[in-house]
């Protein structure tokens, strides 16, 4: 499904700290070119470079960090985000929640821990193109995964759509990038008392009419 952006805004919730953590309400509109439908979401983006409360609240979660491993221990342990995403140098590794193909949130019996990273798929890993720091396309492309699955976009596309979307990656085909072994980010246990937060659903919503013009604004 051919999907293009109207709009992504960023609103900050925190101030951004010295480590590099911040939290963004982020609202963005994605456009099917041909039907000319609008799917508007909106979602809390959390970079949670050392663990923190934020971190549970957050629908997208990014950190520092190294592969698959990685980003699923990440996912385990806040299950109620729907992308989570590590990164390092050029390379970022991007994962859905665990069984859910649309942006509702985890689906029930999905669970915690362990058990959710067990059944989400798999991880998607891009790679940036071209020179420069590549921190802020990390969290526009997290943003843009969440709004994708939004949208309806199946899991086993969400890597293809998300690039079409953000010309700075490119999605690397299974296989070419290697597992990583290393981590800044040590995620901490989810409460067990908050594990119902797995059955969240996203703040999310779809429009077939247009919508109010937004301000543009780089993640």
């Known amino acids: 499904m051919p999907l293009a952006v109207a709009s992504l805004t960023a609103t900050a919730l925190t101030a951004d700290r010295a480590d590099g953590g911040a939290v963004h309400r982020v609202r963005t509109v994605l456009v099917d070119p041909v039907s000319g439908a609008l799917t508007v979401d909106e979602h809390v983006r959390v970079r949670c470079s050392a663990p923190t409360g934020w971190a549970l609240l957050g629908d997208v979660l990014i950190a520092p960090g190294a592969g698959a491993r990685w980003a699923a221990r990440l996912a385990g342990s806040c299950p109620g985000a729907l992308v989570v995403a590590v990164h390092h140098g050029a390379r970022c590794w991007l994962?859905?929640?665990?069984?859910?193909?649309?942006?509702?949130?985890?689906?029930?019996?999905?669970?915690?821990?362990?058990?959710?990273?067990?059944?989400?798929?798999?991880?998607?890993?891009?790679?940036?193109?071209?020179?420069?720091?590549?921190?802020?396309?990390?969290?526009?492309?997290?943003?843009?995964?969440?709004?994708?699955?939004?949208?309806?976009?199946?899991?086993?596309?969400?890597?293809?759509?998300?690039?079409?979307?953000?010309?700075?990656?490119?999605?690397?085909?299974?296989?070419?990038?290697?597992?990583?072994?290393?981590?800044?980010?040590?995620?901490?246990?989810?409460?067990?008392?908050?594990?119902?937060?797995?059955?969240?659903?996203?703040?999310?919503?779809?429009?077939?009419?247009?919508?109010?013009?937004?301000?543009?604004?780089?993640?």
């Open 95 to 219: 994962r859905a929640a665990a069984g859910r193909e649309s942006g509702l949130g985890p689906g029930p019996g999905s669970g915690s821990g362990e058990a959710a990273a067990a059944a989400a798929g798999p991880v998607v890993v891009f790679e940036a193109i071209g020179t420069g720091r590549a921190r802020g396309t990390w969290d526009r492309l997290a943003s843009l995964a969440h709004s994708c699955l939004v949208a309806g976009v199946p899991g086993t596309e969400l890597g293809a759509a998300v690039a079409a979307l953000e010309p700075a990656v490119g999605s690397l085909p299974p296989g070419r990038a290697g597992a990583g072994t290393r981590s800044a980010y040590r995620p901490e246990a989810s409460p067990s008392s908050r594990s119902s937060r797995s059955s969240r659903s996203s703040r999310s919503r779809s429009a077939s009419a247009p919508v109010e013009p937004d301000r543009p604004a780089e993640a």
